[in-house]
């Protein structure tokens, strides 16, 4: 079946700290890979996308790659502000299907 | 402009009564999706609708659980006879089409079934 994988939180940093949050999926064929966020009291928002192996996403400093032969899809960043701290959520989009199937998500805390 | 906006935001309910979750979509989007949410976890497929179309209901967990979209606009899922057990957050997406586009979320609707 399709699922995801990804470390548990809460992650705890200090700001200006480097991210890594790691997630691996389980698929048939070629599945779409996002990484979603929700800030505190608000709804989920995209935050990266990448739609087939060795794809780049990025957006405000975060960056994941689509990697087909590890089945991960890991979210990093440089260097971490406060504003960052919130939940993130690793998904899929199997091939041919519009289901998003999401992992369980992971709490970053970033303390000044 | 508008996002995806959902209502109530907040729902109440005793046990056995009947609820309706509404969702507005965000304007020319062709795909609806309905996900729940339990706490702590990630947001779990329920149902989606090409147009007015229901394409897919696989993720419904049960007869009490239905949703329509007579128009190709607004959706509302609906829970005949609430448990307890349905007490969640209920998410609501849309998108431009269907198959792997991104699929754009509103803001919840949270069920507390006492």
């Known amino acids: 079946g399709n699922s995801v994988t990804q470390m548990e939180g809460p992650v705890t940093l200090s700001e200006e700290a480097f991210l890594t949050i790691n997630c691996t999926y389980t698929a048939t064929g070629y599945p779409s890979l996002f990484w979603y966020v929700q800030y505190p009291g608000e709804g989920l928002q995209l935050l990266l996308k990448a739609t087939k192996a060795d794809d780049k996403g990025s957006n405000k400093g975060f960056e994941a790659t689509y990697r087909k032969e590890t089945t991960s899809f890991h979210l990093e960043k440089g260097s971490v502000q406060v504003s960052d701290s919130a939940v993130y959520f690793c998904a899929l989009i199997p091939f041919n299907t519009d289901k998003l199937i999401f992992g369980t998500g992971t709490r970053l805390q970033v303390f000044p | 402009g508008a996002g995806v906006s959902q209502s109530p935001r907040y729902k109440v309910t005793k046990r056995g009564q009947d609820v309706a979750l509404r969702c507005d979509p965000i304007?020319?989007?062709?795909?609806l999706y309905w996900y729940r949410q339990a706490l702590g976890q990630g947001p779990e497929f329920l149902t989606y609708?090409?147009?007015?179309?229901?394409?897919?209901k696989s993720g419904l967990p049960n007869d009490r659980f239905s949703a329509e979209r007579p128009e190709g606009s607004i959706s509302t899922l609906t829970i005949q006879r609430t448990e307890q057990r349905d007490s969640a957050m209920y998410r609501c997406?849309?998108?431009?089409?269907?198959?792997?586009?991104?699929?754009?979320f509103g803001p919840g609707t949270r069920l507390l079934v006492l």
């Open positions: 997406a849309s998108s431009l089409s269907r198959v792997g586009e991104t699929q754009y």
């Open positions: 609708f090409n147009y007015e179309a229901q394409q897919d």
């Open positions: 304007s020319g989007h062709v795909s």
